[in-house]
């Protein structure tokens, strides 16, 4: 293990080098990136919908039950498309569903704080969290694109600093003696 990590150490640079490039591009561009991603998105969605087209064709070819697979080409090609053509209402859609889940879980956080009250030891932990995720779920709600950019952001925040380790273990492994 020791050999492959010490002979593979420009694999540590290189990832160094893509994390930091995107970081620095989330940085700089939060917004390109944003639409960037979820139009990839997009067109792996529309891959994976052409290929269980084909696979569904197959199967009626070959008389095999074939709804399940065509199902799944039609939701898969139909979500591709409108994520990668209508790229601003999905990035919209998507943010609101998030923001959806977390105020739904805050609200059951609450009720389980209240349930529960006279069980739990840790209740200002509790209602810091159940606060926390009230709020992030209204931002999301309210500023879909504003939350989406500030994600961006904070990717390319961590991407930024991930790539510079990578970068010091990738020089710190070439030093080692296999």
């Keep these: 293990m020791k050999t492959f990590i010490t002979n593979n150490w420009w694999s540590f640079l290189f990832n160094g080098a893509v994390a930091i490039i995107y970081g620095l591009l ?24 052409t290929i269980a087209l084909v696979t ?3 199967k009626i070819r070959n008389k095999l039950p074939y709804g399940v697979s065509l199902s799944i080409a039609v939701l898969l090609l139909a979500s591709g498309y409108f994520i990668t053509f209508m790229t601003s209402s999905s990035i919209q859609i998507m943010v609101s569903v998030v923001g959806i889940w977390a105020l739904v ?34 931002v999301m709600l309210f500023n879909p694109f504003e939350a989406a950019r500030f994600f961006i952001i904070l990717s390319g925040i961590l991407a930024f600093g991930t790539g510079l380790l990578y970068l010091w273990f990738g020089f710190k492994v070439k030093r080692i003696k296999p």
């Design 105 to 138: 879980t805050g609200i059951f956080q609450l009720i389980i704080l209240l349930r529960f009250k006279a069980e739990l030891t840790n209740k200002p932990v509790v209602i810091t969290n159940i606060l926390i995720t009230i709020a992030f779920g209204l």
């Design 56 to 58: 569904a064709i197959t």
């Design 26 to 49: 989330a940085l700089l561009i939060p917004r390109e990136v944003l639409e960037l991603l979820v139009k990839y998105t997009g067109i792996l969605l529309l891959i994976a919908g």
